[in-house]
Structures are given as structure tokens and as C-alpha cells.
């Protein structure tokens, strides 16, 4: 592997941990991304659940590592563009 290549793996690694890290607090919260409360164990508060398109929502679903983090980042993308969340 070229070094620019093992940089570019490590980075990624390195923003995975990172993701992970701030989707477990996340989880861990009892406050949305949106400032309402939500329960602790989900992702985000019952109206910002049911914003999000069915299809991305049950993504929700996957574990950590194995597609959840995609299925966060959707979702969190989605809610931005509809002016509910906050980064």
C-alpha cells in the first residue's frame, strides 16, 4: 500500500472511531439533536423518528458497524434539509 493510501485508511479509521464515539453519547443522551427529550437506548426524540422516510428509519436498526452509522448519517443529513435537527 502506497503511504498516501495507508494516511487515507487511517483517517477513515480514525472518523469511524470518532462516528462511533458521538453516536454512542448520542445514544446514551436523554436530549435529540433537535433539543427535544428522548429516551435514552434511541437515536432521536418520537417527532424526528417520524420525519425520517420509513425506508431510512428502519436502517435504524442495523448495529454499529454494521451499517448504523450510515443509516445515523442519513438521517441526520434528512432532518438538517427539513430544518428540525441541529448539527
Known amino acids: 500500500m502506497?503511504?498516501?493510501e495507508a494516511v487515507q485508511k487511517a483517517k477513515s479509521e480514525l472518523d469511524a472511531m470518532v462516528d462511533r464515539k458521538t453516536i454512542v453519547a448520542e445514544l446514551?443522551?436523554?436530549r435529540c439533536r433537535c433539543g427535544s427529550t428522548k429516551a435514552r437506548g434511541q437515536t432521536f426524540c418520537r417527532t424526528c423518528y417520524f420525519l425520517i422516510p420509513p425506508s431510512t428509519?428502519?436502517?435504524?436498526y442495523e448495529r454499529i458497524g454494521e451499517g448504523y452509522e450510515g443509516a445515523y448519517r442519513e438521517c441526520c443529513d434528512y432532518l438538517d434539509e427539513k430544518g428540525k435537527a441541529k448539527p
Request: glycine letters at 10%; aromatic letters at 0%.
Open 57 to 60: 428509519r428502519k436502517r435504524l
Open 28 to 30: 446514551r443522551g436523554d
Open 2 to 4: 502506497m503511504q498516501s
